[in-house]
């Protein structure tokens, strides 16, 4: 919900900073990352999800069409978490889907795990 905020936090080799662009957070509101800006199409915070679509950057125009991302944060029966993410992808003619798949994979997995090592050691951080 707050990633402009947490990404530069925990993928700083990836997010070198990000802030609203547009709107009051909703959505429809536009953020803006140093790789890519992204409309945000949904959120709900009482849900724990939200779902984005990259405007520029990130692939986009290079190997990517359009793309979405929908987060879901659920609880997990151990009293943790369990975070969803339903990525869809339309590459341009020509990419090979192996591969734009795999890194993709990859990428949100790195992300994610950083997310989590920085909400562990920070406990503090959203209360």
Known sequence: MDWHTLA??????????AH???????????RQFNFTSGKLELLDADK????STPVEGGGIGVAIEMAT?????EPAADG???VKVDSTYKLL???EVKDEIAK?????TAIFKAAEAF?????????
Do not use: F, M, Q, R
Request: hydrophobic share 35%.
């Open 8 to 17: 530069p936090k925990v993928t700083s080799h990836v997010v070198a900073s």
């Open 20 to 30: 609203p662009v547009e709107g009051e957070g909703g959505v429809g509101s536009v």
């Open 48 to 51: 724990c999800e939200c779902k």
């Open 69 to 73: 991302s929908h987060i879901k944060v």
């Open 80 to 82: 943790g978490s369990v």
């Open 93 to 95: 003619p020509a990419v």
């Open 104 to 108: 993709a994979k990859e990428s949100v």
């Open 119 to 127: 909400l562990v050691a920070n406990p503090d951080a959203y209360n």
